[in-house]
């Protein structure tokens, strides 16, 4: 079976709160800040099943969060170490007999910026998130990009760029999304570092848009 490697990104140090993020949607094992990540996405999601057992057998890395789609699967380990990271990687690409380069390179569907957010409005996405809540008078960045999964990198570049909070990720399905919010100074900061990041990964070319 042809397996198509869609995300395969390494997060060198998780920021404490997308570390806390994931733990609160992972069914697996928790991170904790300052650990390495890896994602990988593939596709059919099916083979994510078997490419767990290779990380896991190839090195000591911890599975966080997995996710097994008909069309999409997801995998993200992580440990203290980063060569044991890496490690567990490579034990994919070669099973697929894949480079890193093989993944697609993330394409920006949407970027979008919401302005002193309204109290009725921050209701609304404060009933939906995982992550912290936004606040009246604050700034809503929302990302939305292809594959789904660079969306765990995308929010974890944000929050290292400056003082934001992290209100909801999703990193699985056709689109991947981010929300963040916080004074808009900062969120403008995150945004264009973050933006001008997902452009130097490279990749194949995607050239076509999913559908929910």
């Known amino acids: 079976m042809g397996v198509d490697l869609r995300t395969y990104v390494f997060l060198d140090s998780l920021q404490p709160q997308m570390a806390s993020f994931i733990s609160t949607v992972s069914k697996g094992y928790f991170p904790v800040a300052d650990e390495a990540c890896m994602i990988v996405e593939i596709s059919p999601g099916i083979e994510i099943n078997r490419l767990t057992d290779v990380a896991l057998k190839a090195t000591g890395v911890k599975p966080g969060i997995q996710i097994v789609e ?10 203290p170490s980063q060569g044991d990271v890496r490690q567990a990687g490579k034990a994919i690409l070669d099973d697929l007999g894949l480079e890193e ?5 993330p394409v920006i569907q949407t970027s979008q910026l919401v302005k002193n957010m309204s109290d009725h409005h921050c209701q609304l996405i404060n009933k939906v998130r995982h992550g912290n809540m936004v606040l009246r008078g604050d700034t809503l960045y929302v ?9 765990y990198y995308a929010a974890n570049e944000a929050e290292k760029a400056s003082h934001i909070n992290i209100i909801e990720v999703v990193g699985y399905g056709s689109f991947g999304r981010v929300y963040i919010a916080g004074d808009e100074a900062e969120v403008l900061v995150s945004k264009e570092i973050v933006e001008n990041r997902l452009k130097t990964i490279g990749g194949r070319d995607q050239g076509v848009k999913g559908a929910e």
């Open 143 to 151: 990302l939305e990009l292809q594959p789904a999964a660079y969306a």
């Open 101 to 105: 380069n093989d993944r697609y390179k």
């Open 70 to 79: 008909r069309l999409f699967g997801l995998l993200e380990v992580h440990s």
